[in-house]
């Protein structure tokens, strides 16, 4: 079974919207952590954001925030206002328990009209 | 100076040679990390590294060995390289509190 799910292959949003992008898991680990990526064409990757399985709130870091929906196993990554520069790969991942590895998902292209 | 660097950036290389990618870190980390990225496959594991005597075997190893030299250095090797190993590898170690990885800005291989 897949343990990152990310359904949705590719997504358009217009300049200045908001935009959410889906990650679902998978794991019977009470304590894990959820991770947000991007990688614009340059290929490198950038840490957006972090949420640890047992943290209260929400993420945010600047525009972007995650909504974290522990019964439903979601994690959406939601980026406000966004600007032209946003047009990328994002990838969900989750580190489960206090184990070594990242688990990704297979990503989804974000591209931003003008 | 990147905290993560790994050479060569780009390779092109022929079926059957072999290749070895090499990662360095100034970040302090233990653990390192070699991952594959294929389109629509997202990354994917290929060996992980908690210090110069401890290696272990990722989700993809078959084909590919390591060496980490010292904490701040590990290479990846392909011994005899064929095309379904063209692909971006990535480098990066592991923040010990949340987790977190810190990337190299990666090496696209290619093996015609």
């Known amino acids: 079974a897949q343990k990152i799910t990310q359904t949705q292959p590719g997504m358009f949003v217009q300049e200045k919207e908001a935009v959410t992008l889906d990650c679902t898991y998978d794991t019977s680990d009470p304590s894990y952590g959820l991770f947000w990526y991007k990688q614009p064409s340059s290929g490198e990757m950038i840490f957006l954001i972090y949420q640890g399985s047992y943290d209260q709130q929400n993420a945010t870091e600047g525009r972007y925030s995650l909504n974290f929906q522990k019964a439903r196993k979601s994690a959406n990554l939601v980026i406000s206002a966004s600007q032209l520069g946003d047009s990328a790969m994002y990838f969900c991942a989750m580190r489960e328990g206090y184990g070594n590895k990242l688990v990704f998902g297979a990503g989804t292209i974000l591209r931003v009209k003008s | 100076d990147a905290d993560v660097t790994q050479t060569p950036r780009n390779r092109i290389t022929k079926t059957g040679k072999r290749i070895m990618l090499e990662c360095s870190q100034t970040?302090?980390?233990?653990?390192m990390y070699w991952y594959r990225q294929d389109p629509g496959l997202g990354l994917r594991l290929i060996y992980y590294?908690?210090?110069?005597?401890?290696?272990n075997k990722g989700e993809i190893s078959d084909g590919y060995s390591v060496s980490r030299q010292a904490q701040a250095k590990f290479s990846l090797s392909l011994e005899s390289a064929i095309p379904n190993q063209t692909a971006l590898y990535f480098c990066?170690?592991?923040?010990?509190?949340?987790?977190?990885?810190?990337f190299g800005e990666g090496s696209r291989l290619t093996v015609l």
């Open positions: 590294s908690f210090d110069v005597k401890d290696i």
């Open positions: 990066a170690t592991r923040e010990t509190n949340t987790g977190e990885l810190f």
């Open positions: 970040k302090g980390h233990d653990r």
